[in-house]
Structures are given as structure tokens and as C-alpha cells.
């Protein structure tokens, strides 16, 4: 079976998951979505993902259940039960082995954790086999720009030290690893959720190149980071947001990225008062969503006349 069949199969298992993550899942139901036997479709799922589909399903569960106890507070046992899982001590078994802590503690203090993220597999291989994605449902050309007031704050971040902003996704990713968007999605003090980030020069330590990853915070955060993060301050500044149009597929994510960088770029801030200031923080890239598009972040400051 080639590459590109088998990615299908996966893509459309990803899609039924996500489609009925709250519902029964059946490796049949999968089988039919994938148009291959249980056996074959679990084992090629494996192979592309890193996980059983069951696997993927558990973690998935897992993550909405942190989300609703991370937001929403409540009943651990009711967490569970509206999560799939029929008790409470095995919801608190699965949900200590996901994410190294148990689902009370969680609760209280709701530290960083590492959520879990169902990447699409589409998208994925065909950027790592060097392909265009091509876009199953045409997306909107269209972008909304808003400027927000920034106060000072800080950022958590992951420096690269190989990997420049300009090489992409897969090559940061290499590096820095997966793991950290739902690390920084996990935050609930987050302004903005995971990006990635293209450094200024003043915040490019020796040894480390312009890319980096993380999230902005409180000034007056004071929680563990995860291994690997360390912490800067940011002064106050003026941020302008690009927000694409949504689209229907996510695996479409990277040409809804690649439009809303065509967009951006063409938009000239000094018709509306403004100048980039990247001296003043991070350019900031939170990737694409179907539901909300793509979105990005520069930081700027009002012209001289």
C-alpha cells in the first residue's frame, strides 16, 4: 500500500475521532472510515501517528477532561464519567500517568501540563515529503486586523539554537519537539495561547538563533515552566492581530498559514498610523484552526509625523 493511501485512511480515522470523541468509538466504526480491516487500520493508524487509534482517543479524552477541571472546576467523578470513563479511580489513574498529576491536584493549581494535540496527518506528510497542500474547499482571501494594548508581561519561551524562524515548522519542531503547544494551550493565565516566535535581537541570547516557541502571561505569573522554558519580560506595547478567514478542513491548516502571510505582508500599517516595532516583542505565528483560521501577531508603535 503507498504512502499516500495510507495517509488517507489515517486522515479520515482522525476525522472520525474528532467527529465523535464525545460519543461510542468502535475500531469497526474506524475500519469503515478507513475502508480497511480492523487489523490493517489500527496497524497503519500506529505507524503514521505514533499511537493506537485508542491510544489517540485516551489522550484526547484526557485533554478535554484537564480542559473542563482547568476552566470550569467541578466534581472529579463527574469529569470522568462525562469523559468516557466509567470510575473514578481509573479516570484518576489514566488522567496521573497522562500528565503527572492527579486530577484533583490539577484542579487547585493548574500547572502546566502537556495536552494533547491530534496533529493532521494529511497536512503533516505532505509538507514532509516537500508537497503544496491543496486545499479541498477554496479558502477566503480575506483578513480582519485588530490592535490590542499589550501591558507589560511576561514570556514564556523555548529557544532554538539550530533551527531559524525562516526554515518553517517541521524543521523548528525537530528540534524544540511537539510536545510544547499543548504545554503552552495548557496555561490558563495565557493571553493567547502556544505560538510560534521570531525573535528580536535584543531577546536572542548567544548560542540561539531567532526561533523560539512559547506564550505571553501576567507580569505576575509565578508558576513552574516546563523543562526547557525559561522566562523574559516584555514591556508594554501595541499589537496588531491577523486573523484569516476559517476553513473546512484542518488539514488545510498550512495553505490558511500561507494566505494569511501573503495578506499580511501586502498590508501597509502606515495607512493607519502605525510602523512595525519588532524591537518591541516577539512576531508571533498561533498557527491555523479551521474554526478561527489562521492567526498571527506583530508588534507595533504609532509613526512619527
Not at 466504526?29 to 489500527?42: D, I, M, Q
Not at 500599517?269 to 512576531?283: D, F, I, K, S, T
Amino acid at each position: 500500500m503507498e504512502l499516500p493511501d495510507k495517509v488517507a485512511a489515517v486522515s479520515r480515522m482522525q476525522g472520525y475521532i474528532g467527529g465523535h470523541i464525545g460519543g461510542e468509538i468502535t475500531l469497526d466504526a474506524l475500519s469503515r472510515a478507513a475502508g480497511y480491516s480492523k487489523y490493517y487500520a489500527a496497524r497503519i493508524f500506529k505507524e503514521l501517528t505514533g499511537r493506537t487509534p485508542f491510544e489517540a482517543v485516551r489522550a484526547l479524552r484526557l485533554t478535554r477532561a484537564a480542559q473542563t477541571l482547568r476552566d470550569a472546576g467541578g466534581k472529579v467523578v463527574d469529569t470522568a464519567l462525562d469523559n468516557g470513563f466509567d470510575s473514578h479511580d481509573g479516570f484518576t489513574r489514566a488522567f496521573a500517568r497522562q500528565f503527572g498529576i492527579t486530577p484533583r491536584r490539577y484542579g487547585r493549581e493548574t500547572p502546566p501540563v502537556s495536552y494533547f494535540i491530534q496533529y493532521p496527518v494529511e497536512a503533516y506528510y505532505t509538507l514532509k515529503e516537500g508537497g503544496e497542500p491543496m486545499p479541498k474547499e477554496l479558502i477566503s482571501r480575506t483578513m480582519t486586523v485588530t490592535a490590542a494594548e499589550r501591558p507589560a508581561r511576561k514570556l514564556i519561551l523555548k529557544r532554538a539554537r539550530k533551527a531559524k524562524a525562516a526554515d518553517g515548522y517541521l524543521v523548528i519542531a525537530e528540534e524544540l519537539g511537539c510536545e510544547w503547544e499543548g504545554q503552552m494551550n495548557s496555561i490558563p493565565e495565557s493571553y493567547h495561547g502556544a505560538a510560534g516566535l521570531t525573535l528580536p535581537p535584543g531577546l536572542i541570547i548567544p548560542g540561539t538563533t531567532d526561533a523560539a516557541v512559547g506564550t505571553e502571561v501576567p507580569l505576575d505569573y509565578g508558576k513552574p515552566v516546563p523543562e526547557g522554558f525559561e522566562v523574559v519580560e516584555l514591556p508594554p506595547c501595541t499589537m496588531l492581530y491577523f486573523q484569516g478567514a476559517p476553513f473546512e478542513d484542518e488539514n488545510d491548516f498550512s495553505e490558511a498559514i500561507g494566505i494569511l502571510w501573503e495578506l499580511m505582508n501586502a498590508y501597509d500599517p502606515a495607512l493607519y498610523g502605525w510602523e512595525y516595532a519588532p524591537e518591541l516583542a516577539p512576531y508571533c505565528n498561533f498557527g491555523a484552526a479551521a474554526r478561527t483560521g489562521a492567526r498571527m501577531a506583530r508588534p507595533v508603535k504609532r509613526r512619527e509625523k
